[in-house]
C-alpha cells in the first residue's frame, strides 16, 4: 500500500507541475518605435516645362521638414518638429532629428527646398527673396501613422521661370554686347514683386508689394545669329487679371542703351516656364527696340 500511495503521490505532483506551468503568464514584448522616414521626388512641370528642369534630387541635397497633427500643431510637445533638416546620401534621406510616430495620432508633413537653418520655427511659412535666384520646392505629405510611416512627398516649384532667348539679325549695328536683363513693373503696376512669404501648407505666395522691384541678371555675352537664352526666376503673377493696366517689362541692356519689351497682364504660374524670343535688329539712322518674333 505504501507503494501505492507514494507512486500517486508522484503522479499528482507531476500532474501539478504540468498545470502551474500552463498557468504562466508570457511577458509581453514591447515593439520597436516607428520613427517618421522621409520619400521624396519632383514632380513634372506638366504640359510646359518646370522652372528647373531637373526632376530629381542629387546627394547631398538638403531640404526642411515641419511635422504637424491633424490640428496643424507641432506633432509632439516635448521635441522641436519644425525646419528639420533632411539630406539626401544617394540613396536615402537622412534626418538629423528622429521623429517617433504615436499610434493614436496621424502626423502631416510639409516640406521645402533648399533647406535653410534661418527659416523662422514659430509658423509654418518660409521667406523668398529673389535676389538670390534660389528655386524653391515645397510639398507635403498625409497620414502618417506607425503603420505607415514613410512620408511620400511630391515637390513642386513655386516659382516661374523667365526665358529671354534674344537672336541679333545679321544687318544690326554696333557691337551687340549684352550685360544685364531685366524684369520690372509697367506704369503703376504691381505684378512683379521681389519678395514675399509661401505657405507649407498649400504653397501659395503673399507677395510684398513694391512698384519698384526688379529681378536682375546680370552677364557679358556678345549676341549673335544664334539665340542667347537667359533665365529668371519670378514670383507667380495672380493669374495676371486684376487690373487691366497690369504689365511689366523686360528690358535689356546692349552695348550700353536699355531696350524695354512691354508684356501685358502676364499669367505667370509657379512650376512653368515663359519663353519670349527677341529679335535685335538697329539701323545707323534710328536705333529701334528688340522686336518678339
Known amino acids: 500500500m505504501k507503494t501505492i500511495l507514494s507512486y500517486l503521490f508522484s503522479c499528482l505532483l507531476t500532474a501539478g507541475m504540468m498545470v502551474a506551468c500552463t498557468d504562466d503568464v508570457t511577458p509581453s514584448v514591447e515593439q520597436p518605435a516607428a520613427y517618421l522616414a522621409i520619400e521624396a521626388k519632383v514632380e513634372e512641370g ?10 530629381g534630387f542629387q546627394e547631398g541635397d538638403r531640404i526642411g521638414i515641419f511635422v504637424r497633427d491633424a490640428e496643424g ?17 544617394g540613396n536615402q534621406w537622412v534626418m538629423d532629428t528622429r521623429i517617433a510616430l504615436q ?7 510639409y516640406a521645402y527646398a533648399p533647406y535653410d537653418e534661418q527659416v523662422m520655427t514659430n509658423g509654418d511659412s518660409i521667406a523668398i ?6 528655386d524653391i520646392l515645397h510639398g507635403n505629405a498625409g497620414d502618417v501613422t506607425p503603420e505607415h ?12 521661370r523667365i526665358s529671354v532667348s534674344v537672336i541679333r539679325d545679321a544687318e544690326d549695328v554696333g557691337e551687340g554686347r549684352l550685360t544685364r536683363v531685366r ?15 509661401m505657405s507649407l501648407v498649400n504653397g501659395g505666395i503673399e507677395k510684398e508689394a513694391g512698384d519698384k522691384a526688379c529681378v536682375v541678371a546680370e552677364m557679358d555675352s556678345l549676341l549673335s545669329v544664334e539665340a542667347t537664352v537667359i533665365d529668371l526666376l519670378v514670383l507667380p503673377t495672380d493669374n495676371g487679371m486684376e487690373e487691366e493696366s497690369s504689365s511689366a517689362d523686360i528690358l535689356l541692356t546692349i552695348d550700353g542703351k536699355d531696350y524695354v519689351k512691354t508684356v501685358s497682364r502676364p499669367v505667370w ?6 519663353i519670349y524670343p527677341i529679335k535685335l535688329r538697329r539701323t545707323p539712322a534710328e536705333p529701334a527696340n528688340p522686336e518678339e518674333e
Do not use: W
Open 46 to 55: 506638366g504640359v510646359n516645362r518646370a522652372a528647373i528642369d531637373s526632376t
Open 73 to 89: 500643431n507641432p506633432y509632439l510637445s516635448d521635441q522641436n518638429c519644425s525646419n528639420l533638416l533632411a539630406t539626401f546620401d
Open 103 to 109: 499610434a493614436d495620432k496621424k502626423a502631416m508633413v
Open 129 to 134: 527673396d529673389l535676389s538670390r535666384q534660389l
Open 149 to 160: 510611416p514613410t512620408a511620400n512627398i511630391g515637390f513642386r516649384h513655386a516659382l516661374a
Open 183 to 197: 524684369v520690372q513693373n509697367g506704369g503703376e503696376s504691381d505684378c512683379v514683386s521681389m519678395a514675399g512669404k
Open 269 to 274: 504660374q509657379g512650376g512653368r516656364q515663359y
